[in-house]
């Protein structure tokens, strides 16, 4: 089945300090996309990072980067230098012709921000 | 640069009334999708439109109809609301069918059915 799992209902940390965020799915194809998306109280969905899987290089943007691990295939996210404006639910997402190009969720992890 | 425009952003009706939500993107963008998300839940998929003229059913299509107006509108109707169409309406965007690139999405509309 095409699922996509974050096993962290709920994380938190200390503002400046560094979180990561786990992520797993489950396929058969080798090539497809992932994104992680943050939606915050305004209930925005805003696209944080994506990767593509033929890339083995991991996808950066400032503070936030990913772990990919395609054998495995886990997706983490990791924000580094923590801010207050991080405070939201963040999703995983995948996409690939067995979805029939449809992004599949996950659950979410609601991340906390104690200042 | 106004992205994908939803309206309205609140919504209550009634058991039984019919009502439209209105979604417009100024990307040029091909593909238009409709989601709902329900209370501690991800986003569930009603319908979709890979491309301007067609559009195809999601997970959740029962109680909903789509019109892709032209390539920038996409709207859902609920021709008979019921109080489980109660969630958080989704319209969003992604330049073509494989949404290599992530889509962009509007900034939701609350209905509530009672």
């Known amino acids: 089945a095409q699922t996509v799992t974050q096993s962290q209902p709920e994380m938190s940390v200390q503002e400046a300090e560094t979180v990561t965020l786990s992520c797993t799915y489950d396929?058969?194809?080798?090539?497809?996309?992932l994104f992680w998306y943050k939606q915050p109280p305004s209930r925005q969905m805003i696209l944080v990072i994506r990767?593509?899987?033929?890339k083995q290089q991991n996808a950066t943007e400032n503070r936030f980067s990913v772990n990919f691990q395609k054998a495995a295939k886990s997706f983490s996210l990791k924000i580094s230098d923590s801010q207050l404006g991080d405070a939201a639910m963040y999703f995983c997402?995948?996409?690939?012709?067995?979805?029939?190009?449809?992004?599949?969720w996950g659950a979410g992890t609601k991340l906390i921000i104690k200042p | 640069n106004a992205g994908v425009t939803q309206t309205p952003k609140f919504q209550v009706l009634k058991t039984g009334q019919s009502m439209t939500l209105q979604c417009a993107q100024d990307?040029?963008?091909?593909?238009m999708y409709w989601y709902r998300q329900d209370p501690g839940m991800g986003l569930r998929l009603i319908y979709y439109?890979?491309?301007?003229?067609?559009?195809d059913k999601g997970e959740v299509p029962n109680g909903y109809n789509v019109s892709r107006l032209n390539k920038r509108e996409f709207s859902l109707r609920l021709e008979s609301a019921a109080p489980s169409q109660t969630s958080v309406y989704f319209c969003?965007?992604?330049?073509?069918?494989?949404?290599?690139?992530?889509?962009?999405f509007g900034s939701g509309t609350r209905l509530t059915v009672v």
């Open positions: 997402a995948r996409i690939g012709v067995d979805s029939n190009y449809q992004l599949i």
């Open positions: 396929t058969s194809e080798s090539d497809y996309y």
């Open positions: 990767q593509e899987a033929y």
């Open positions: 969003a965007s992604s330049a073509n069918y494989r949404g290599q690139s992530g889509y962009t």
């Open positions: 990307m040029n963008h091909n593909s």
């Open positions: 439109s890979a491309s301007e003229g067609t559009t």
